[in-house]
């Protein structure tokens, strides 16, 4: 069901800077803004990036997102263990009356 | 505070029925919409479907059209997620979750394990 693609693992040694890369379409991240979820084990997701690039309040700003035509990224910087997660990328997307769209998921492992 | 409180795990048999909820506390729960996620075993998230409380207007994916029904009791803020007959491939973690800025899921519950076997 993924309309949007992610590397399905990245990883990096502390303090390291790690980019994860989410591609989709005209009709999810053309045409909407992006959302990133950040899923720690055994846990509920929890928003990260809001509206291409809006941290909630509480999430660190070494957490950045940002958005080109189809395609969007998730930049942490200065790594940390405890960033050791999956991450989701999300969009609505216009097509079929309009659907919530995942990405297919990034692992992300500190070494 | 805003907390979104799932029902307890679930065990049952396939060709069984089931509803599960998702009570919201914390805000007004008529103003957001609140969508359903499901996680396979070791599998990524899929968006189900979501439901504005205050009508009732709800939305499905159509990988999940027909197959799940969403409702909501605005009286006692809590949305539900039901099955009419119950399959193995429904085993699975869902969490229900509110939508707010950017049409983001901001709030989520803590999930509730359905699993399905004979």
């Known amino acids: 069901q993924s309309v949007l693609t992610q590397p399905p693992s990245a990883s990096g040694t502390p303090g390291q800077r790690v980019t994860i890369s989410c591609s989709g379409s005209s009709s999810n991240i053309g045409s909407n803004t992006v959302n990133w979820y950040q899923q720690l084990p055994g846990t509920a997701p929890k928003l990260l990036i809001y509206s291409n690039n809006h941290r909630p309040s509480g999430v660190p700003d070494r957490f950045s997102g940002s958005k080109s035509g189809t395609s969007a990224s998730l930049a942490i910087s200065g790594l940390q263990s405890e960033d050791e997660a999956d991450y989701y990328c999300?969009?609505?997307?216009?097509?079929?009356?309009?659907?919530?769209?995942f990405g297919t998921g990034t692992k992300v492992t500190v070494l | 505070e805003v907390q979104l409180v799932q029902s307890g795990a679930e065990v049952k048999k396939p060709g069984e029925s089931l509803k599960i909820s998702c009570k919201g506390s914390g805000y007004s729960f008529t103003s957001y919409w609140i969508g359903w996620v499901r996680q396979m075993p070791g599998k990524g998230l899929e968006w189900m479907g979501i439901?504005?409380?205050?009508?009732?207007?709800?939305r499905y994916s159509p990988s999940f059209q027909g197959q799940v029904a969403i409702s909501a009791d605005k009286s006692i803020s809590t949305a539900y997620l039901q099955w009419s007959s119950l399959k193995a491939s429904d085993t699975a973690m869902y969490y229900c979750?509110?939508?707010?800025?950017?049409?983001?899921?901001?709030?989520w519950g803590q999930g509730t394990l359905v699993t399905v076997s004979s």
């Open positions: 979750a509110r939508q707010g800025q950017g049409g983001a899921l901001g709030y």
């Open positions: 999300a969009a609505w997307d216009d097509s079929l009356k309009g659907l919530y769209v």
């Open positions: 439901i504005y409380p205050a009508d009732s207007d709800t």
